[in-house]
């Protein structure tokens, strides 16, 4: 098993829908969870940043974290057309674990 | 806003032939990190370095890659020779800490022909 898995996609949604995005993961012990978003010929960069469980919010964007399932969720709420782009889950004990990425269309 | 620098952005050689990558981290972050990003194996750790000493290039092939940050401004990846199989999206990134969230470039699009 994978330390860190995410389905690839692609999601397609309509313009002003909810997105749900979701990573599932194997090693207890990590303890920092991030998203990043990924746009073509971009680097990733930092979107969401959160510590051991509970739900952090952002704007259009909330994080959640559950540990005892070993299962984080990002949620874009009101997903405009400029959301669309690959999303990273990441987590961490001593380094950082990337998912694969799941690619997201936010269909006008 | 503070960045990565990563140059070239894009690289398209032959194979056998020596490719340099460069990074310039952001000012004041003593750990760099080197990933390198295919369909199919997403996002790859090849080295990492902090306060420019290597600490970990286990995920790289060690006889045609190296890695090296011979001042704290800059970040080096080497591969030679190259071969086909190292085409990919190559990114540095740079950090605080280890496992605190990392600041990446906008990559080497590296293409072996």
């Known amino acids: ?14 313009e002003g829908a909810i997105v749900s995005l979701n990573c599932t993961y194997s090693n207890s012990a990590f303890q920092y969870f991030m998203w990043y978003r990924q746009y073509s010929r971009k680097g990733p960069e930092l979107l969401m940043y959160t510590y051991s469980s509970g739900n952090k919010e952002d704007g259009r964007f909330t994080a959640q974290v559950d540990k005892s399932s070993k299962y984080i969720s990002l949620f874009i709420r009101d997903s405009q057309p400029s959301d669309s782009a690959t999303y990273l889950c990441a987590m961490s004990d001593d380094k950082i674990i990337f998912g694969k990425g799941t690619r997201l269309h936010i269909l006008p | 806003d503070a960045r990565v620098t990563q140059t070239p952005r894009h690289k398209v050689t032959e194979m056998g032939q020596e490719v340099t990558m460069r990074c310039q ?25 902090r306060n420019r000493a290597p600490l970990d290039d286990s995920g790289m092939p060690k006889d045609r890659f190296s890695a090296e940050m011979p001042d704290a401004t800059l ?15 190559y990114f540095c990134a740079s950090g605080l800490v280890m496992d605190q ?9 590296l293409s072996i022909l």
């Open chain 1, 1 to 14: 098993q994978k330390e860190v898995e995410q389905d690839p996609g692609p999601l397609s949604v309509p």
């Open chain 2, 101 to 109: 969230p990392q600041h990446f470039g906008d990559g080497t699009r």
């Open chain 2, 75 to 89: 970040a080096t990846l080497k591969i030679q020779p190259s071969e086909p199989r190292d085409s990919a999206v």
């Open chain 2, 25 to 49: 981290p952001i000012l004041g972050h003593n750990t760099v990190f080197w990933y390198r990003q295919t369909m199919m194996q997403g996002l790859e750790l090849l080295a990492y370095f």
